[in-house]
Nanobody, 125 residues
Framework: QVQLVESGGGLVQAGGSLKLSCAAS????????MGWFRQTPGKEREFVAG????????TYADSVKGRFTVSRDDAKNTVYVQMNNLKPEDTAVYYC??????????????????WGQGTQVTVSS
């Protein structure tokens, strides 16, 4: 069983920054690929960013490329996403997810095995 707890969400003005954290339980955290997704009311959950085990590979949605950076600290069992130059359209509930199967992160939410409860990010214009 893996438990994921996100934190760091909040209200920020357009152009501002936030850093989300996702703390994971489990001694084998370092072997999981991790992903960040987001969802707004009435829309499907969408992929934001992903990072492989060891952090050697990262991938991003086109909408956040160049503004968001995903990273991980395996010693702390934590994955992060640094979000810069935030836009009102980034407003959403952000979720982290753990992928236990072989292979790197994907943009397919069905490939992820465990999810956090989400943290709200609101960007005002």
């Amino acid at each position: 069983q893996v438990q994921l707890v996100e934190s760091g969400g909040g209200l920020v003005q357009a152009g501002g920054s936030l850093k989300l954290s996702c703390a994971a339980s489990g001694r084998t955290f370092r072997s999981y690929a991790m992903g960040w997704f987001r969802q707004t009311p009435g829309k499907e959950r969408e992929f934001v960013a992903g990072i492989s085990w060891r952090g050697t590979f990262t991938t991003y949605a086109d909408s956040v490329k160049g503004r968001f950076t995903v990273s991980r600290d395996d010693a702390k069992n934590t994955v992060y996403v640094q979000m810069n130059n935030l836009k009102p359209e980034d407003t959403a509930v952000y979720y982290c997810a753990a992928k236990l199967t072989v292979g790197g992160p994907t943009n397919e939410e069905s490939q992820y095995d465990y999810w956090g409860q989400g943290t709200q990010v609101t960007v005002s214009s």
